[in-house]
């Protein structure tokens, strides 16, 4: 069974920092093909970061240069180190697999996890 189990969330000023985990179970991340998302409360969720299993990283224009998102094989865990938060990063961030690059197809990822909050105040 797959299963993806975010960590790391939680409550920070604007300026700091956080880093997410997913821990990954039931498939190989190294195959694999990963991403983050967010959501912010009544907003559309989107995608943050992607890392395809030939190691390319794709952000978000609103992430760019403060976020990185970071694969440990042997560990099975896909980290996002956020740097430098504002509170318009504040949403639910949401660890995603599927055995493809989805991105490139316009699809969305098969495995999701339950998602982890973060919350940044000014």
């Known amino acids: 069974e797959v299963q993806l189990v975010e960590s790391g969330g939680g409550s920070v000023q604007a300026g700091g920092s956080l880093r997410l985990s997913c821990r990954a179970s039931?498939?190989?991340?190294?195959?694999?093909?990963m991403g983050w998302y967010r959501q912010a409360p009544g907003k559309q969720r989107e995608e943050v970061a992607t890392?395809?299993?030939?190691?390319?990283?794709r952000y978000a224009d609103s992430v760019k240069g403060r976020f990185t998102i970071i694969k440990a094989n042997a560990e099975s865990t896909l980290d996002l180190q956020m740097e430098s938060l504002i509170p318009e990063d504040t949403a639910m961030y949401y660890c995603?697999?599927?055995?493809?690059?989805?991105?490139?197809?316009?699809?969305?990822?098969?495995?999701w996890g339950q998602g982890t909050q973060v919350t940044v105040s000014s």
């Open positions: 995603a697999a599927d055995s493809f690059p989805w991105w490139s197809f316009g699809r969305e990822p098969q495995y």
């Open positions: 039931g498939f190989s991340v190294e195959d694999s093909d």
């Open positions: 890392l395809g299993n030939d190691g390319r990283t």
